[in-house]
């Protein structure tokens, strides 16, 4: 328990005269635990992202907790683009309210086109607006990922399928330049410009599919 105080004041009569006082009066309150959120629990957390996952029709699995203490969620599912499909990541850090989403490519790059690859995703994330690629230089592992602080306000529908659709246009917009340098000997910066250059003027974000 806690404690706030309220300062207060009382009248009194003594020998034919009115006396003010005044005292503090200490009210005790309980301490809200800490991470928890007053806006939203986890179970109504969840409940946005799957509805959200639903009305795109998407088969997801949402991974059991390991041990009942544990405050961050995930939910996996797949998606297929344009060009290829990929694995689908969504982490909800219930302690801190961060949601993140992470596009896994089915691609691991080797390690002799690695610092090539960080050239490549450094100029892209230099332009990109919303999220970035990350790569794992310990196994080539190449993932774009958006992130954002729902914390002390409501996680929305519409939040969550634009986080979704967003982050595997802009994974599906740059896949042709990490195939290109790859395989393709290309440098970064001729592979982000032939990328720019393919890229459609409609900016708007259409439902994902599932991928099988």
Not at 63 to 90: C, D, H, L, S, W
Not at 99 to 120: D, F, H, N, S, T
Not at 153 to 163: A, F, G, H, I, Y
Not at 164 to 182: C, H, L, N, Q, W
């Amino acid at each position: 328990l806690g404690q706030s105080s309220k300062l207060c004041y009382r009248r009194t009569k003594r020998d034919g005269r009115e006396l003010k006082t005044r005292f503090r009066l200490w009210i005790p309150y309980k301490r809200r635990k800490k991470g928890k959120m007053a806006s939203e629990s986890e179970s109504e957390v969840l409940d946005t992202v799957k509805a959200a996952l639903d009305e795109w029709s998407l088969n997801y699995q949402v991974v059991p907790k390991k041990e009942e203490q544990e405050t961050v969620r995930i939910i996996e599912f797949g998606m297929t683009g344009q060009y290829t499909n990929y694995r689908a990541i969504i982490s909800m850090d219930m302690d801190d309210g961060i949601i993140g989403i992470y596009y896994v490519c089915p691609l691991k790059i080797i390690p002799e086109r690695r610092k090539e690859l960080a050239q490549y995703f450094a100029a892209v994330n230099y332009k990109v607006m919303l999220g970035h690629f990350d790569l794992d230089f310990r196994d080539g592992e190449v993932r774009f990922k958006i992130s954002t602080i729902y914390k002390g306000t409501l996680l929305s529908l519409d939040m969550v399928k634009q986080m979704v659709g967003i982050s595997m246009k802009t994974m599906d917009r740059y896949f042709p330049g990490i195939m290109a340098v790859e395989f393709g000997n290309i440098s970064p910066f001729d592979a982000l410009a032939h990328v720019e250059q393919q890229e459609q003027s409609n900016a708007s974000t259409p439902p994902p599919e599932q991928s099988q």
